[in-house]
């Protein structure tokens, strides 16, 4: 079993920067894809960004591109999210999930593993 957890949420002003952190415990393949998403009160779960277990190859959703940094650390098995510029539209509850494999979807469906989610608030 595989265990997600996100840290790094809170509350911050339009503009500012913010990073999540998530932590990988538990029997993880050898070669899995690790992803972020968002979703707001009342929004469906939205992809934000997604990385390859080599960390060479990201994805990111439009709304995002230029701003936002998935990386990840495979000693500490750890993945990042650094977000920069928030905007208040992106507040909402920001949840890492992985997978094996090196596909790296955008839909949520393709993820087996979810963490329980941190909260971020954009305030104007």
């Known amino acids: 079993q595989v265990q997600l957890v996100e840290s790094g949420g809170g509350l911050v002003q339009a503009g500012d920067s913010l990073s999540l952190s998530c932590s990988v415990s538990?029997?993880?393949?050898?070669?899995?894809?690790m992803g972020w998403f968002r979703q707001a009160p009342g929004k469906e779960r939205e992809f934000v960004a997604v990385?390859?277990?080599?960390?060479?190859?990201?994805d990111y959703a439009d709304s995002v591109k230029g701003r936002f940094t998935i990386s990840r650390d495979n000693v500490k098995k750890t993945v990042y999210l650094q977000m920069k510029s928030l905007k208040t539209e992106e507040t909402a509850v920001y949840y890492c999930a992985g997978k094996s494999g090196d596909a790296r979807p955008r839909g949520p469906q393709g993820y087996a593993y979810w963490g329980q989610g941190t909260q971020v608030t954009v305030s104007s």
């Open positions: 538990g029997r993880t393949s050898s070669n899995y894809v």
């Open positions: 990385i390859s277990y080599s960390g060479k190859s990201t």
